[in-house]
């Protein structure tokens, strides 16, 4: 079952990858081509294009075949591995809690600023990976924003984003 | 002239700025080198923003030293914790690991910091030798050559990459497409912008490989459950391997050195690839082949000079020919477009200040590295004890701040983001980030020399294999790209081949794929 669902999974990755492909593709279209001689702007893409496309569409062959002959094992008497669950399934949610939290971050830091932004990263951050409390995270938060201020604004001289608000 | 070079070379990296830069690079390395997770690519783009105000040879001098400092810092965890710090001291732990539980962890790190100075050293030798030499035969390169040794590049690199040939290859392909966006390189027309201004210049390579790299780390480990590491202890005066241990380890650090130099020349994961070569290659001609395994001096000793050795050979196509063939090298490459430097051919007559400066730093940085590393093992083992949930929110925060810091734009944040998410969903279905970074650096390269490879012979293809150097570096890219199906048909006994006569296989289940 575990490797049926992993081959499944493996075709639907390569399933929308050879449509990003195709997109691709059909996006460097608008780009001419010219000549061989005076090449245009849409000759490497179109070949790039291709070579992903047909990639990924043997990527789809090699996954459907595997899973079609893993099937036929398993119908055929073979032992089929048994069901279980990744040992990190628990956390599994954790990553994309954590984009959907960068993208607020990122539509937010122009008001809210980067440094009370980025602290509430930092916190965010180190409790999703489990840090006990909140005086360690707290602490941690401040640090780094003192290092970011010390190295970037100070050093560096990079004006780091000031938010609207604060 | 030789000796007029290193004098020039050790001159310039001994400037206070130079040296400091080189002293900073190789601890940050091998801080890095012994904390699992985060690599000498993801390190190394973290602090390209820094490199800017330390200006071109001491920004080169600091992200080299990170490079190899890497490589010295993963063997002591690998060693003490069981926990290799980075994919190319994996196989040094089998063994490593093994000597500790006996006792003899001091003279394993021993063995392990001299291996890496020696091999380090004589890659370095080899870099000064071999770098001028391939430039000048590249001055002879034109674009078609330039076309036909990407391309070559890009395929040996779909072998070499661990995952299957045909994902790495996609990988790469999807490295190109990324590489298009933005302004074209003959005609100035812009592509794949979406209207968005910010994308006119192209997608930032700082911002990609901090979302693929540093990102993609942080959401892994995130769903990852944690198990702390326990170090066995190590005394200083521990750190002294008995005459027969070092007897035993000069063989194959020497042999280690040669093969790991030779082995960087190549593109893909170059420092791994040549750790586990070596490893196989000390196995099976090791009169104490039944050690192998239970902690056997050579299985620490080859492997981790290849690694070392490696990295400077790595160095010798960026150097001579500005390609960067592995993820490191390729921020490498980066870092020195972004100072101003262009690499390649004509890097020894323009910047030859840069070009000794990193020869000379790299020298002096080995010696600084043998130095630190001994005595400050304990030190370094115990930074592997520190938590991921107290390092990777720090990092995440570098990874911001680096891609925003690059052009003052949060655009590249943006896209730093949506390189993380990919790279972490990548890494689920077992597609490896390094061949994406690697497509989006040579991409340019290789478009720029086909268009003009055309323009020049007017159109006629033909133009592509005119040359003997293109000629020959085709015919080795289509015989690379045939190799698996000659495998296979030869498999399938369609061609009887005689069968080669092999000697008896090792026996010895700890060291398993090691044969690499």
Not at chain 2, 73 to 89: K, M, R
Not at chain 2, 223 to 240: D, G, K, M
Not at chain 2, 423 to 445: E, F, S, T
Request: net charge positive; proline share 7%; with cysteine.
């Amino acid at each position: 079952m575990e490797r049926d669902l992993r081959l499944r999974k493996e075709i639907r990755a390569s399933l929308v990858l050879a449509m990003v492909g195709v997109a691709y593709l059909a996006y460097a279209a608008r780009y001419p081509l010219d000549t061989l001689a005076n090449p245009g702007p849409g000759l490497f893409p179109l070949a790039v294009g291709v070579l992903v496309v047909a990639l990924a569409a043997w990527q789809v062959f090699r996954a459907t075949r595997a899973l079609h002959l893993a099937r036929l094992e398993w119908s055929g008497g073979g032992a089929e591995p048994a069901a279980g669950l990744p040992s990190d399934a628990a956390n599994a949610w954790k990553p994309s809690v954590m984009v959907a939290i960068l993208v607020v971050y990122l539509v937010g830091i122009r008001w809210m600023g980067f440094f009370v932004s980025t602290g509430a990263i930092v916190l965010a951050c180190g409790k999703l990976m489990g840090a006990p409390g909140w005086a360690r995270p707290i602490l941690l938060a401040l640090g780094v924003l003192l290092g970011c201020y010390l190295l970037f604004e100070v050093w560096l001289q990079v004006p780091l984003p000031r938010g609207s608000l604060i | 002239m030789a000796d007029t070079s290193i004098l020039s070379a050790l001159s310039i990296s001994l400037q206070p700025a130079n040296l400091l830069a080189c002293f900073l690079g190789v601890v940050l390395g091998t801080l890095v080198g012994v904390l699992p997770g985060l690599g000498p690519a993801a390190a190394m783009v973290l602090v390209l923003p820094l490199t800017i105000r330390l200006g071109p040879t001491a920004g080169l001098i600091m992200l080299a030293g990170i490079y190899y400092g890497s490589m010295y810092g993963g063997s002591t965890t690998s060693i003490l914790v069981n926990v290799p710090g980075e994919p190319a001291s994996v196989v040094t732990a089998i063994d490593g690991y093994r000597m500790a539980r006996r006792g003899r962890a001091g003279a394993a790190l021993a063995v392990a910091a001299i291996g890496s100075f020696v091999a380090g050293t004589c890659g370095v030798i080899g870099l000064q030798l071999f770098a001028p030499l391939l430039a000048k035969a590249a001055l002879a390169f034109g674009p078609a050559e330039y076309f036909a040794l990407t391309l070559l590049g890009v395929i040996l690199l779909s072998h070499l990459s661990g995952a299957s040939r045909s994902k790495s290859l996609f990988t790469v392909g999807i490295g190109l497409m990324l590489s298009t966006v933005g302004m074209d390189s003959l005609g100035g027309v812009t592509r794949f912008t979406f209207g968005v201004p910010s994308a006119q210049a192209g997608l930032s390579f700082i911002a990609i490989a901090a979302g693929l790299f540093g990102v993609a780390e942080v959401l892994s480990l995130m769903a990852r459950r944690e198990r702390p590491a326990e170090a066995l202890p190590v005394r200083f005066r521990e750190l002294y391997p008995s005459r027969e241990e070092l007897k035993r380890s000069w063989p194959p650090i020497l042999r280690g050195s040669v093969l790991g130099f030779l082995v960087g020349l190549v593109p893909g994961p170059v420092a791994t690839i040549a750790s586990f070569v070596s490893y196989g290659l000390e196995r099976r001609i090791s009169r104490h082949r039944e050690e192998f395994g239970e902690g056997a001096i050579e299985g620490v000793a080859g492997p981790e000079a290849a690694n070392n050795a490696a990295c400077a050979g790595g160095m010798v196509p960026l150097l001579s020919l500005g390609l960067a063939f592995t993820p490191a090298t390729a921020v490498l490459l980066s870092g020195m477009l972004l100072l101003g430097v262009t690499p390649g051919p004509f890097l020894l007559r323009n910047n030859p200040d840069v070009f000794w400066g990193v020869i000379g730093s790299l020298y002096l940085g080995n010696a600084m590295l043998l130095v630190l590393n001994l005595p400050l093992v304990g030190i370094f083992a115990r930074v592997a004890r520190i938590r991921s949930q107290y390092l990777m929110p720090a990092v995440l925060v570098l990874c911001i701040v680096g891609a925003y810091a690059e052009n003052n734009n949060l655009f590249d944040v943006w896209v730093m983001l949506g390189a993380g998410a990919v790279g972490y969903g990548m890494r689920q279905y077992d597609y490896h980030p390094a061949p994406l970074v690697l497509g989006l650096v040579l991409g340019p390269i290789m478009e720029r020399s086909l268009l003009q490879a055309l323009i020049i012979s007017q159109g006629d293809i033909r133009g592509l294999w005119e040359s003997p150097i293109s000629t020959g570096l085709l015919l080795a890219a289509l015989l690379a790209a045939m190799a698996p199906l000659l495998h296979a048909l030869y498999a399938r006994g369609r061609f009887p081949l005689p069968k080669l006569a092999l000697g008896p296989q090792p026996r010895n289940p700890g060291g398993g794929g090691a044969g690499g």
